[in-house]
């Protein structure tokens, strides 16, 4: 079973403030997905990473696929109110059938 | 371009009931999916459906779950009997082709509480 482990579960922060999520598991995988999430909607794709050690920038969002492709990161700078929202990690594995395992997501709130 | 629709948005019922959840895919995607998602977790995935054939429905508890794609296009997901731990949202989401180079997109859910 592939697991996808995130952290932090769950990141306060003030508004102007950087934040790193992690996302880790001992699987690789073909690539890695970052969502969002806000409350009574579904999940939303941010951004795919494919290639171990790539690096996406997506204005104050930075995400970045390890060398080894079995953990990313995402970090957000200067993070403002509407940043708040889960953010889940999920990891496709090869093959004909795009399947994903989703991490447990990390649960961002950014304080006026 | 219209989204993933799904209905009901929320549903309560008794443990032992019987509920179903309907999805309709973003026009002309082949595949379609279900997820679901407890409180505190990730989506998990129950069924892979491209276009009326499954793909992969592994974790999907088939004593109480089962899901049809008639025609290859709406989909409709029902449990009896719930559980108390079937209390969940459950997501439907689709895809063009099912393959890696595709993005899945996400319904609004259902949240289903079961008392």
């Known amino acids: 079973t592939q697991l996808l482990e995130q952290s932090p579960q769950f990141l306060s922060i003030q508004e102007g403030e950087n934040l790193t999520v992690y996302c880790n598991s001992s699987s690789v995988f073909s690539s890695l997905q970052w969502y969002r999430q806000e409350p009574g909607e579904g999940p939303v794709l941010l951004v795919t990473?494919?290639?171990?050690?790539e690096v996406k920038k997506l204005k104050r969002l930075t995400f970045q696929f390890g060398d080894a492709r079995k953990d990313s990161s995402l970090h957000i700078t200067a993070a403002q109110p509407g940043d708040t929202g889960l953010y889940l990690c999920?990891?496709?594995?090869?093959?004909?059938?795009?399947?994903?395992?989703f991490g447990s997501g990390t649960q961002l709130t950014v304080l006026p | 371009e219209a989204g993933v629709a799904q209905s009901p948005r929320y549903k309560i019922i008794e443990k032992r009931q019987s509920v179903a959840f309907w999805c309709n895919p973003i026009s002309g995607h082949a595949t379609l999916y279900w997820y679901q998602q407890i409180l505190g977790q990730g989506p998990k995935l129950l069924i892979q459906f491209q276009n009326n054939g499954v793909v992969d429905d592994s974790q999907l508890p088939k004593d109480r779950f089962s899901a049809e794609r008639l025609k290859g296009v709406d989909s409709t997901l029902k449990i009896q009997p719930a559980k108390l731990e079937d209390s969940a949202v459950y997501l439907c989401?689709?895809?063009?082709?099912?393959?890696?180079?595709?993005?899945?997109?996400f319904g609004p859910g259902t949240r289903l509480t079961v008392l």
């Open positions: 989401a689709s895809s063009s082709h099912g393959t890696s180079a595709d993005t899945q997109y």
């Open positions: 990473v494919v290639t171990g050690g």
């Open positions: 999920a990891g496709a594995t090869s093959g004909s059938a795009r399947q994903l395992t």
